[in-house]
């Protein structure tokens, strides 16, 4: 089987406070793409796709994949004006694979077993979504934010990448979403819920694999590199 992922670098990072896009910001000594590319590179993978803003392209052509030798990305393209949009390029510029892994450039420590563990889900269960279970008690709230509902927190799990799919079957969601003008999509799982109505399949993913998107993860993630829990 042949396995491809999508690595979204197209976010603007407005809550990071920072100039530079958060994709681009360094982290010791690298830039934050850099990890999760690594990752990707060594791990069972086949291609990866990689997904910029329009201004980016070259820049992540140059800087990042030659720069660092990154043999697994095919391509380089440009993304939309919402994550998903931005994914659904990404679907389209993949010819023949069977499972593909679409995930957040700014989760930089995702790891090979992480990776894995997806895989082996999508093959089996047509969809591996890596997520950790919640450590904190849920409220669901109204409109006025007066909690009416109190999951029970063995039923709560936080949602992270990768998430892993058959192609053919994520490509087809993706489509109808988009023909249906279906918005406030907020992660791809949601996509294949709501367009074919199939239920996706949880896998252990880890609390080290944090996304950052403020200034304060970005401490967090310098943090976690100094402590050794990546190895550029």
């Known amino acids: 089987m042949k396995y491809t992922a999508i690595v979204l670098a197209a976010g603007k990072g407005k809550r990071m406070n920072s100039s530079v ?24 993978v086949d291609e990866i796709i990689l997904v910029t803003g329009k201004d980016e392209a070259e820049y992540c052509r140059r800087e990042i994949v030659e720069r660092y030798q990154f043999q697994k990305v095919r391509k380089i393209v440009h993304g939309g004006a919402e994550r998903y949009l931005s994914v659904y390029e990404g679907l389209c510029a993949i010819n023949n694979t069977d499972v593909v892994l679409i995930h957040d450039g700014a989760r930089p420590f995702v790891t090979e077993d992480i990776i894995e563990r997806t895989i082996d889900a999508a093959v089996k269960y047509g969809s591996g979504i890596a997520a950790v279970p919640s450590k904190d008690t849920v409220k ?32 087809q969601a993706y489509e ?24 996706v399949k949880i896998v252990e993913g880890s609390y080290f694999n944090l996304k950052v998107t403020t200034p304060e993860d970005l401490l967090i993630a310098s943090t976690f590199v100094k402590n050794g829990s990546d190895n550029p």
């Open 140 to 171: 669901i709230v109204d409109e006025n934010h007066f909690a009416v509902q109190t999951p029970s927190r063995d039923c709560v799990w936080m949602m992270q990448t990768p998430q892993t799919f058959r192609y053919q079957d994520i490509r």
């Open 176 to 199: 109808k979403v988009l023909e249906r003008q279906i918005q406030n999509i907020t992660d791809d799982a949601m996509v294949l819920e709501l367009a074919l109505q199939k239920p």
């Open 21 to 44: 896009q958060k994709q681009f910001i360094e982290l010791n000594g690298y830039p934050l793409i850099y990890y999760a590319l690594c990752t990707f590179e060594k791990s069972m």
